[in-house]
């Protein structure tokens, strides 16, 4: 049964376009522990630039980020949903939903750091 669960993560697409390197620890359970604490480091980071840049915006810009800030989290809960969902209540599915919401608070520090570099260059002088 665990090699079938550990076989079909292997094969998902989850595991295929995740840059997480805890898919290559093996064991379901090595797997859900890497993956919860890279989701505690990259939440972090995330966290942290978005203060950084709301440190650095003025008011009007401050207001729109965070309202782009509070749709992302709905985007990004909805999307982890559906793709735990469709694990129909299997072992893969808390991987996936771990995997996933690791994965989206990756590409957010990502977008942020791309949209607001300009204004972190000026912090950075």
Known sequence: MWFFAISLMAASPV???DESPCFAKGQTYEIAKCLAAARVQDE????HRYRTIMGVLAAADRLRLK????AW???REATCDAEYRLWDGGTGGPLALLAC??????RRTAELEQTYRLRLQRLER
Do not use: I, W
Request: proline share 0%.
């Open 101 to 106: 919401l690791d994965r989206e608070a990756r």
């Open 67 to 70: 309202k782009a800030q509070r």
């Open 73 to 75: 989290v709905a985007y």
């Open 44 to 47: 972090g980071e995330l966290n």
């Open 15 to 17: 595991a295929a376009d």
